[in-house]
């Protein structure tokens, strides 16, 4: 039977293993990496993505239509809007900028600004792989969601390239140092929340090298841009459709109970005392006709 001074090491372990990860964690400032991920969008790498993204939501996004259209990502410059009929386009930007324009607005992803039901399609463009809080992110769009809305999502693919890439890099370096979750982790998430999943598939089959020269002696991954069912793609679209039904406003009823008769002058007895005023029928054998009496009581 092992004592308590033998299991004391082990626990005094175990402790410092979970202290230890959850410093790790705690080290990493995902609004000063969403920033850089920003500006790494802007590398030639970062532009064939957000190239290949735009074309994907454009894709997803025709027919759908609305009035309300949200827009939650890392940058107002790389901003992804769907080719959807909407009448007014919302962006949520996680920095303040002088020339922010009209229609956009500063705020955090996991508490959007917004009432329920208020939006007919809302992107997340890797909201979720910088924050902290990456269920949260997806409960605060699906409550800003109407019933029958649309839902995007866009995240990294662990399971590709991308994702060995995260798991050998040494410098935790945008976009490395992204959360990369799990595409069926997040469906169930998505399905937890009342959300039907319309589509799910992976894109985006170049190597993660940094200059697009070396994207060229890779033709067989050229060749794969295309085919959109592997699940090896940098990058996966879900698009989901919220199954709540919006609720209908009751209008007010007026019960007759509530309601008090106000005195006529016809209903006032010589007294002045309200006369309650029955009405009385007779029917005439003769006439075959229906006579009403009035009586005060």
Known sequence: MR???SCTPVNNKVSEMAQTGRGRAARIDYPAQLAQFDGWLDSPLGKALLADQATQVSRLTQGLS???????GPG????????GDFAHCFSALPRWHPDIPAGALVCDADELPFSNGSMDLVI???AHDFSGWPHQVIREACRVLRGKGHLLLIGFNPLSLWGMRKLFSRQPSAPWSGRFLFRNRLEDWLNLLDLETLSSDSHFYQPPFRHSVKLKSWPLLRRLQGERFLPFGAYYCIL????TVARVAKRPRWA???VIPLASPRSLG?????QREVVKRFYDPQ???LYRRRLQR
């Open 124 to 126: 997340l463009q890797h």
């Open 3 to 5: 004592s308590e001074a």
């Open 240 to 243: 989901a459709s919220k199954q």
């Open 287 to 289: 006439s075959s006709h």
């Open 76 to 83: 107002l410059r790389h901003r992804l809007t769907g080719d």
């Open 256 to 258: 007759g109970a509530k």
């Open 270 to 274: 010589p007294t002045g005392v309200p």
């Open 66 to 72: 609305g009035v309300h259209q949200l827009w939650v």
